[in-house]
């Protein structure tokens, strides 16, 4: 069973940064894909960015370069560096890993005051 363990949310000001962290504490396989994805209250869910374990990287069209995707495949981690955040990012920021299927973190909340 795999557990994804998230850390690193909170509240910022306006063009603050934030660095989120996501550890599978279990893994018996190869991850291939871990990413974020984010849900504010009342909207969609959508893709914050993703990178596979080969490197490839993708990332929502809102970021505009403000954000960093990084992995530590040893620790089984994935970071997502935001800098330059805006109210607009406020959501709860889930992170994702694929081993098999595909597994949850249980969300950490990201507040951006103005």
């Known amino acids: 069973q795999v557990q994804l363990v998230e850390s690193g949310g909170g509240l910022v000001q306006a063009g603050g940064s934030l660095r989120l962290s996501c550890a599978a504490s279990?893994?018996?396989?190869?991850?291939?894909?871990m990413g974020w994805y984010r849900q504010a209250p009342g909207k969609q869910r959508e893709l914050v960015a993703y990178?596979?374990?080969?490197?490839?990287?993708k990332y929502g069209d809102f970021v505009n370069g403000r954000f960093t995707i990084t992995r530590d495949n040893p620790k089984n981690t994935v970071y997502l560096r935001m800098n330059s955040l805006e109210p607009e990012d406020t959501a709860v920021y889930y992170c994702?890993?694929?081993?098999?299927?595909?597994?949850w973190g249980q969300g950490t909340q990201v507040t951006v005051s103005s």
């Open positions: 279990t893994s018996t396989g190869t991850i291939y894909d």
């Open positions: 994702y890993a694929d081993l098999f299927q595909r597994h």
């Open positions: 990178k596979s374990i080969g490197g490839i990287t």
